[in-house]
């Protein structure tokens, strides 16, 4: 009988995640019932979403302890008990932190055929960049000309986004956190400037006004947090602000705000709109065609952060909350 390697998520964290919140054991690889589909785990994303499930119900139920720790992933079909699929299938679906899984049929989604490679399907044409696709041209829009703030610039969807702005004529500046992180979002992903976050001497706000003068028209905020209280005060007169997730608050006490609303969005009349990449399921083709077409002619740069092993997801998932990522952090499970 084949054993499935788990990660379990021991306790929820109440303050920073370490690796004393998880546990590993071994179990038999389970049989899978009426309607279920034994999958092999081959790619899990690691996403800052992974974090912010521990703390509550949100868009999903919470995660509880004990339970084998979610994560969407890609596998092989091993066995099928639903006639949509067939052994040999590439699949996706919340596969956990375990080398087998035995999913319910309809929690489990065909492959977006691609020619690239299969970690494409967790980067370039799944969540990272769906969502930012759809939360940049769908939610704000960004038009030839414009100034776009983009957070977390370094990361997986961050990178697309500021990317894409490219494409789309804007001027793009990212927000990142350390020197080389920035420098690396302007030399290799194009971003015309990137500011540091982390930087003790520059004020955000100062570096902000620097790099953009006359103020922000879209705002993609992947952070929440003071990155955004002090975006918000750079905004254009009718600036636009995509809210897409709030990183800075997922691992740890959030601190208190951001200050400034409702009186900045009143008096800049701005747009604020949060979003969940699922909302726009009915434009995924837009996106798969135009995402696919920018990288092939290599427009934009699909940049991957790959692990390999299980036993390094909680090492991997805290480095990713720290910014050790750059693109799409995953971890490799089994081979393909
Ligand atoms: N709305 C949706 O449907 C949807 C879907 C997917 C993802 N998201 C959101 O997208 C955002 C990015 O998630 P991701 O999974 O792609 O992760 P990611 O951007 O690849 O990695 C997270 C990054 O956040 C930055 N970060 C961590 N703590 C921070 C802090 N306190 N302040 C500022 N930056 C911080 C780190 O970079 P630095 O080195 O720059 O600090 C890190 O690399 C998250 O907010 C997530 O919730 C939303």
Request: charged residues 20%; proline residues 4%; aromatic residues 6%.
């Amino acid at each position: 009988m084949p054993m499935n390697r788990r990660i379990l998520l021991n306790e929820i964290p109440q303050g920073k995640l370490t690796e004393a919140h998880f546990a590993t054991d071994e179990v038999t690889v389970l049989k899978p019932g009426d309607g279920e589909v034994l999958i092999q785990t081959l790619l899990l994303s690691q996403d800052a979403a992974n974090r912010a499930w521990m703390q509550g119900a949100t868009y999903r139920s919470a995660l509880s302890s004990g339970q084998v720790m979610s994560s969407g992933g890609l596998g092989r079909v091993v066995e099928s008990n639903d006639a949509r699929f067939a052994a040999g299938d590439i699949v996706a679906g919340d596969l956990g932190w375990q080398e087998y899984a035995v999913l319910p049929g309809n929690e489990v989604a065909a492959q977006h055929p691609h020619q690239g490679p299969l970690s494409h399907g967790l980067s370039l044409l799944g969540v990272a960049g769906l969502t930012a696709y759809h939360g940049l041209i769908n939610v704000p829009g960004i038009h030839a000309g414009e100034v776009l703030l983009v957070s977390a610039a370094g990361g997986s969807v961050g990178s697309l986004v500021g990317q894409i702005g490219k494409i789309k004529g804007a001027t793009v500046i990212g927000v990142a956190g350390g020197p080389e992180k920035c420098q690396w979002v302007v030399d290799t992903l194009g971003f015309d400037a990137c500011l540091d976050y982390k930087d003790t001497q520059s004020p955000l706000r100062d570096q902000l006004k620097a790099a953009a003068p006359e103020g922000i028209d879209v705002y993609f905020d992947n952070t929440g947090g003071e990155i955004l209280q002090t975006a918000l005060f750079a905004m254009k007169l009718n600036g636009r602000v995509s809210c897409c997730g709030a990183v800075s608050m997922y691992d740890g006490k959030p601190l208190p705000g951001p200050y400034g609303i409702p009186g900045l969005l009143v008096t800049k009349r701005l747009t604020m709109k949060g979003f969940l990449v699922s909302d726009y399921r009915h434009l995924d083709q837009d996106a798969f065609h135009d995402l696919s077409m920018w990288a092939r002619s290599g427009d934009l740069m699909v940049v991957e952060d790959i692990i390999e092993g299980l036993d390094n997801a909680p090492r991997g998932l805290m480095g990713l909350l720290a910014g050790e990522n750059r693109g799409k952090r995953m971890i490799r499970v089994a081979s393909e």
